[in-house]
């Protein structure tokens, strides 16, 4: 087997997922959409039973929720003598939403689009 082959098998574990956020006037997120990770009908059953907790994995229907709080924000440079497009640029964003579940998403600042940090 050669190498490429084994490069191609391997899938990297807690990859970012996008997600579609809105923001103030101020670029801060006021709520969030983030798709559906499993689009089943037994998956949506699930959801509509399961009672919003906080310390239990984000569920979603794909509906936008609400920002409640930004619990905590930080800026991430780092790369940048790699040249302008290896560079990484970030905004994060530790938020609460409506249900009490908490989410760390960032604004990819080269980009300028959004990512749900995963793990």
Do not use: F
């Not at 087997?1 to 101020?26: E, G, Y």
């Not at 006021?30 to 059953?45: E, F, K, M, W």
Request: net charge positive; charged share 25%.
């Amino acid at each position: 087997m050669a190498s490429s082959d084994k490069k191609s098998s391997i899938k990297p574990l807690n990859v970012p997922r996008i997600v579609h956020v809105r923001t103030d006037s101020q670029g801060n997120p006021i709520a969030v959409q983030v798709p559906p990770a499993i689009d089943s009908p037994s998956a949506r059953r699930a959801l509509r039973r399961r009672a919003p907790h906080p310390n239990v994995p984000l569920l979603t229907d794909g509906k936008w929720m609400t920002v409640v709080e930004i619990e905590n924000l930080w800026k991430v440079n780092d790369e940048w003598w790699r040249g302008p497009d290896k560079e990484i640029a970030r905004l994060y964003y530790v938020i609460r939403l409506g249900s009490g579940q908490q989410l760390t998403v960032y604004l990819d600042l080269t980009t300028n689009d959004w990512y749900r940090q995963a793990g």
